[in-house]
């Protein structure tokens, strides 16, 4: 344990303040992605079910507020099911945009550097290097993992309310 955690810190720091942003930021991003996960396993069925009980509730069904009730069930049931989903594209968007607020600032490092040296201390500008590389990766890292759960939730969304509608076709 004590050796993966160095190893962590040590990464960390090489990778400048602004890696330490990403690792939160993606952190949040994967427990939003878990959330939606469970809401789906667990909690989805019960949601559709109560709606879709209520409608079968009703003995109208063709009048124009019966119209209005399905729809409000129907637009309940998806924004349950679309909860935290464009909080969790947010944070796929946001993690390559600090990881170029990482670059940005490594750079700055590795002109400081220069600026100071005259560029003769190629070893002081490999740790700008390195803080201008790791989390412009670890962005990138996190983006694309975050990518490929958000494109699957809006589609499950999609499936999962047009359930919910066909279970209340009007006849």
Not at 116 to 138: L, N
């Amino acid at each position: 344990m004590g050796l993966g955690l160095n190893q962590l810190e040590e990464f960390l720091a090489r990778g400048g303040p602004v890696l330490l942003v990403i690792m939160v930021a993606t952190f949040i991003m994967w427990a939003l992605i878990l959330e939606r996960l469970f809401y789906f396993r667990l909690a989805h069925k019960s949601v559709a079910k109560e709606a879709i009980d209520e409608w079968n509730a009703r003995s109208d069904r063709k009048s124009v507020l019966a119209h209005w009730v399905r729809d409000k069930l129907i637009s309940e049931v998806r924004m349950k099911a679309e909860a935290n989903v464009q909080m969790t594209k947010a944070m796929v968007a946001l993690a390559p945009l600090l990881g170029l607020l990482g670059t940005v600032t490594g750079m700055v490092a590795v002109f400081d550097v220069m600026a100071i040296t005259d560029g003769a201390d190629a070893k002081s500008m490999s740790g700008g290097v390195s803080q201008a590389t790791i989390p412009t990766m670890a962005g990138m890292v996190a983006s694309i993992s975050g990518i490929l759960f958000t494109s699957g939730m809006d589609r499950k969304v999609n499936r999962l309310v047009q359930g919910v509608e066909d279970e209340m076709e009007i006849a």
